[in-house]
């Protein structure tokens, strides 16, 4: 059993940045392939970012080049860093995990195992 426990979120102005975190039990995380998707206020949930067991990464091209994804595997803890906010940004963001990593389907939520509650990111204009 893997749990997943997101921080991080807040509400913050445009431009602005945060940083979410997303600690993960389990004794192999290095063999876990990690994912953001975020679901906005009345819409379906969406691809956010990914980074397999071997720190490849891949964004949704919404975020590409403003958001950065990243693992510190001796914390056990995902990280995606949000710089350049706009309103569209706003939305419930949850952390996923793919135990272990499949080596694919990472912008698809049917292909994660596991979960976090999630974190709200409000930003204002």
């Known amino acids: 059993q893997v749990q997943l426990v997101e921080s991080g979120g807040g509400v913050v102005q445009t431009g602005d940045s945060l940083r979410l975190s997303c600690a993960a039990s389990?004794?192999?995380?290095?063999?876990?392939?990690l994912g953001w998707f975020r679901q906005p206020p009345g819409k379906e949930r969406e691809f956010v970012a990914a980074?397999?067991?071997?720190?490849?990464?891949y964004y949704a091209d919404s975020v590409k080049g403003r958001f950065t994804i990243s693992r510190d595997n001796a914390k056990k803890t995902v990280y995606l860093q949000m710089n350049s906010l706009k309103p569209e940004d706003t939305a419930g963001y949850y952390c996923?995990?793919?135990?272990?990593?499949?080596?694919?389907?990472?912008?698809?939520?049917?292909?994660?195992?596991?979960w976090g509650q999630g974190t709200q990111v409000t930003v204002s204009s």
């Open positions: 980074i397999s067991r071997t720190s490849s990464t």
């Open positions: 996923a995990a793919q135990v272990p990593d499949y080596s694919g389907g990472y912008a698809y939520s049917s292909t994660y195992d596991y």
């Open positions: 389990g004794r192999t995380f290095s063999s876990f392939a």
